[in-house]
């Protein structure tokens, strides 16, 4: 007699899921030296920004309430879902409208994970080389949390952005 397992799509998915981020995690843990990765990419990360008047790299974030059509231009534009299905892998798609030029450009996004006991999530170079800023990447989440996205400029100007997201199945 054959026994049939009674498994829902829900269920399979998040144990794939789980199983998946495990294997991965453990095969990426191993094979980089804390100590040496830590090194390579903490010298170039701001300091963690938990409020609305901080600093990165000594100079103040700007967080605009009410932009004007000249100012929307440097602000961050951030896609995220309402409600991330699976925490380990959170799509989030980040740009400016502001042009890439030789004058002006994005030097650096930042990606912070607020709730997580090490917010740094990552941080991308750009150049005017690029020709548009703008950055498609995924990103992993515990639990509900503020994502928030910093857009460093070539002038040192930075402004921020921050977004509630919810997470039904933690992905740390």
Same mark, same amino acid.
């Given at each position: 007699?054959s ?18 981020a495990? !294997? ?13 990765f +830590?090194?390579?990419? !903490?010298?170039?990360?701001?300091p963690?920004? /938990? ?7 000594g ?13 929307? @231009? ?5 896609r995220?879902? /309402?409600? +991330? ?18 004058? /002006?450009?994005l030097? !650096?996004f930042y990606?912070?994970? /607020? ?17 548009? +800023? ?6 992993? @989440? ?7 996205v910093? +857009? ?8 921020g952005y921050?977004r ?9």
């Open positions: 007699m026994k049939r397992l009674n498994v829902t799509r829900r269920d399979f998915i998040k144990k794939t899921a789980i199983v998946t495990i !294997t991965v995690g453990a095969g990426s843990i191993m094979s980089i030296p804390r100590d040496s +830590a090194k390579k990419i !903490t010298h170039r990360l701001p963690i920004v /938990l409020s609305n008047v901080e600093t990165v790299n100079k103040k974030v700007k967080w605009i309430d009410h932009p004007t059509k000249e100012e929307k @231009l440097f602000i961050p534009r951030v995220l879902p /309402l409600i +991330a299905q699976n925490g380990a892998f959170v799509p989030i798609t980040i740009e400016v409208g502001n042009p890439q030029t030789d004058k /002006l450009y030097k !650096t990606i912070y994970d /607020l709730n997580n006991p090490f917010p740094r999530a990552a941080s991308f170079d750009l150049t005017p080389g690029n020709g548009t +800023a703008f950055i498609k990447t995924r990103i992993k @989440l515990q639990q509900e949390s503020y994502v928030q910093l +857009a460093e400029y070539s002038n040192g100007d930075v402004y921050k509630k997201i919810k997470v039904t199945l933690g992905g740390c």
